[in-house]
């Protein structure tokens, strides 16, 4: 597997060449239909969102103590990192920027449906800031087995993925099947020896390009320089399946009642979505 970038691409040959055969793409191009493209940067949060605040491994930060940090960090001294802000809940004035949040590319997704906007489904639409250093906590596979998209606006991060079929190279932990073990940015061989078997895909995404990862491929990220992204996940037919069996495995945890009825709305919401798409 490599990593793909277009300049150009239709929806059609996205489809075909890329969501339905599962194959990551660098779109180069395709936020250049955001507003939010080209003026997201530290300064710009710093000067008109200056007192919003979100929490990062327990503590409460300020933007514009988040950006003083990014801008400082180090590979030696990292600033913490994912810090990660809701939009619609803490910057909604963001959305009219970010219009089409589907990039005109992600335009089949249930989560748009009502009825996930109560509970956590994976709806999120997420700003992630970092700085020089700062690496994803886990190597992953995305919650509810749900696509990923990441615009980077501002900074370049360097992602690493893996194809699929290597699971077992990746250690996912017994109880979260969805993360893994190790440590990819400093592997412990002795620990985890099938590791030597794996091929990681080590890229990078720069401003203005959007990366799109299907589900059920693990990834995680670095940041390279101060990094402002803006992330969102899709869920559509070709991914129900999977997503079902998430809702039942993390559901049942808690309970096999609390399973059964989650499901079943799950289910409902499902079901509806794709109704209403096959009558459009």
């Keep these: 597997m490599e990593i793909i970038r277009r300049d150009n691409i239709s929806y059609e040959e996205f489809m075909e060449e890329h969501y339905k055969p599962g194959i990551p793409l660098v779109f180069t191009n395709a936020s250049k239909v955001w507003k939010a493209n080209g003026l997201f940067t530290p300064d ?79 709806g999120a639409t997420e700003l992630f800031v970092g700085g020089p250093g700062g690496k994803f906590p886990y190597l992953h596979i995305d919650y509810y087995h749900l696509n990923s998209w990441i615009t980077q606006l501002y900074g370049e991060k360097r992602f690493t993925v893996f194809p699929r079929g290597q699971d ?47 589900f059920g491929l693990w990834h995680t990220a670095y940041s390279l320089t101060p990094t402002i992204s803006v992330a969102f996940d899709t869920l559509d037919s070709k991914n129900h399946k999977e997503f079902m069996k998430d809702v039942w495995t993390f559901k049942s945890r808690q309970s096999k009642a609390k399973a059964v009825a989650m499901y079943s709305y799950a289910w409902l919401a499902t079901q509806g979505s794709k109704m209403k798409e096959s009558w459009a």
């Design 168 to 214: 077992e190279f990746l250690y996912p932990r017994p109880e979260d099947p969805w993360r893994s073990e190790l440590n990819v940015f400093e592997p412990d061989f002795e620990k985890f020896p099938k590791y030597k078997h794996a091929t990681p895909i080590n890229f990078t995404v720069g401003p203005g390009e959007t990366l799109f990862i299907p």
């Design 44 to 122: 710009w949060f710093r000067e008109n969102y200056p007192d919003r605040e979100t929490d990062c491994r327990g503590t409460s930060y300020k933007m514009k103590d988040i950006m003083d940090m990014v801008e400082t960090s180090t590979v030696e001294k990292p600033a913490p990192y994912p810090i990660i802000f809701d939009i619609p809940g803490t910057l909604p004035e963001l959305m009219p920027l970010l219009d089409p949040l589907d990039l005109n590319y992600a335009t089949s997704n249930w989560l748009k449906n009502k009825m996930f906007k109560i509970g956590k489904w994976g």
